[in-house]
């Protein structure tokens, strides 16, 4: 019994395999049904409002309209930011100042009409904001019209003054900004004057002498013009004598450290403005009278003032016309007057020679050709003989007073120079003679007797300084 079930579980194992290896019936691909649902329109047609998104509020939302205009400040450049105006009605000076956004500065000489623009002036228009506002001023003196006037105003700050100028630096500045660029200012009635710009010795300072006669001082520093005075006949005799259309333009010296000075003198068709540096090295012959007379009137001035170093003395003076100083350490020098003052060991001897005797001097000197312009004796070098000397060389130098300037010339070997025979034979004499007053040298160049014993004259050295 068990054996039947045995064989009838294995025919039906047989069976169902037999089943399993028949391939499936394929399908033809045409009997597949064919969809029938409707096809996406290519365009999207939004659904009504309140039916999609849940039905979501919507949010409108509104932009405001552009302006149809825009303004916008200007930066006002054209627009002043110092106002400034200085006045001296005695000597009808007359001078203004504007200053402007652009940093540009115009400057204004009312007297004459004359005007100039400066660019890239920041920092003068900064300072002048910073000080003006504290500025203090007084009314000006009622019928003082020699006091120094000024006037301001600083329209971005609403700030303004006006009256006596007396503070000193802005004194010395103003009048030195406004002369560097308008030109050194004379009364239009002016015949001769002379402005000296500030030197480490003094303030720059000026003189003006009118056609009636009449003289005006001024320190830059200070807050009044010294009260008219007579002009001295010796200055007036001086203008009288000189041909303003003769003299040069300029009168320059190669002195280091020397300020400009600018000369004026009224001509007889035109009035001439000379530059000046250095004028104890440059003045000529011709223009010698009119300077040293003027010096004169200032040194009372420079005298006066309590904002003045002494100057060292001149190393050639104003008042001379010849300078020798010999190899052997002995010197000579003449004056235009006639005075002749000899040094020899340290002691000063003087005399007194005719004016012809002086002129006779200079002009063989001046013929000789030896002599030129330019203080070349001032060089380490001397082209003629080939040698560079130091500044202590042993050497003979002469400079003489000219019609262009001053001259001058070296020698290195002092034997035999016929150029040099009448001055040594001179020199010999004056210093065995002894002399009898030695007349003194002032500070300004000037001989002066004296029955003291007087410093040395100061000769030329090597090297060129502030006279």
Wanted: proline fraction near 10%; glycine fraction near 8%; hydrophobic fraction near 40%.
């Amino acid at each position: 019994m068990q054996k039947f079930w045995v064989y009838l579980l294995i025919l039906v194992s047989i069976a169902l395999t037999a089943c399993g290896d028949e391939p499936p019936e394929q399908t033809d691909l045409t009997d597949l049904p064919v969809p029938t649902a409707p096809v996406i329109p290519p365009t999207y047609t939004p659904l009504p409002p309140g039916s999609q998104l849940g039905n979501f509020p919507v949010v409108t939302v509104t932009q405001a309209p552009l302006p149809t205009e825009v303004t916008n400040t200007p930066i006002p450049f054209g627009a002043n930011v110092v106002e400034l105006e200085l006045k001296i009605p005695a000597i009808g000076m007359n001078r203004r100042l504007q200053g402007g956004v652009s940093s540009q500065i115009i400057l204004v000489d009312e007297a004459t009409g004359f005007s100039v623009q400066r660019d890239n002036q920041a920092g003068v228009l900064l300072d002048l904001q910073s000080v003006l506002p504290d500025l203090t001023l007084e009314p000006v003196p009622e019928g003082c019209d020699t006091c120094i006037q000024i006037s301001y105003s600083l329209p971005f700050s609403n700030a303004q003054g006006e009256g006596w100028l007396q503070d000193p630096v802005l004194l010395a500045s103003l009048e030195n900004y406004f002369v560097t660029a308008l030109g050194p200012y004379f009364p239009t009635d002016a015949i001769v004057g002379l402005r000296r710009s500030a030197t480490p010795y003094a303030p720059a300072h000026w003189v003006a002498v009118m056609a009636d006669g009449g003289m005006f001082r001024w320190m830059a520093n200070e807050s009044q013009v010294a009260p008219v005075t007579g002009a001295p006949p010796a200055l007036l005799n001086a203008l009288n004598v000189i041909d303003p259309q003769a003299l040069a333009q300029q009168y320059v010296a190669p002195c280091p450290g020397t300020a400009l000075e600018s000369l004026f003198v009224a001509g007889r068709d035109s009035d001439r403005l000379i530059a000046l540096v250095c004028p104890e090295y440059a003045l000529s012959t011709a223009l010698q009278p009119l300077y040293v007379a003027l010096d004169d009137v200032l040194a009372e001035l420079l005298a006066g003032s309590n904002a003045t170093l002494p100057r060292p003395p001149a190393q050639f003076p104003l008042k001379a016309v010849l300078q020798y100083n010999r190899i052997d350490g002995a010197a000579l020098t003449l004056f235009a007057d006639g005075t002749a003052v000899a040094l020899t060991n340290g002691q000063p001897v003087s005399t007194t020679l005719g004016t012809s005797q002086v002129i006779s001097l200079t002009t063989t000197l001046l013929d000789s050709g030896s002599l030129r312009t330019g203080l070349n004796t001032f060089s380490v070098s001397d082209d003629t003989q080939g040698v560079t000397p130091t500044p202590n060389a042993a050497r003979s130098v002469v400079l003489v007073r000219g019609p262009d300037g001053v001259y001058d010339a070296q020698w290195f070997n002092t034997a035999d120079v016929p150029e040099l025979a009448e001055l040594n034979t001179l020199l010999d004499e004056i210093i065995l003679s002894g002399g009898t007053a030695v007349p003194q040298e002032a500070q300004d160049g000037t001989p002066e007797a004296s029955s003291e014993t007087p410093e040395p004259v100061v000769t030329p050295s090597a090297t060129p300084t502030d006279g």
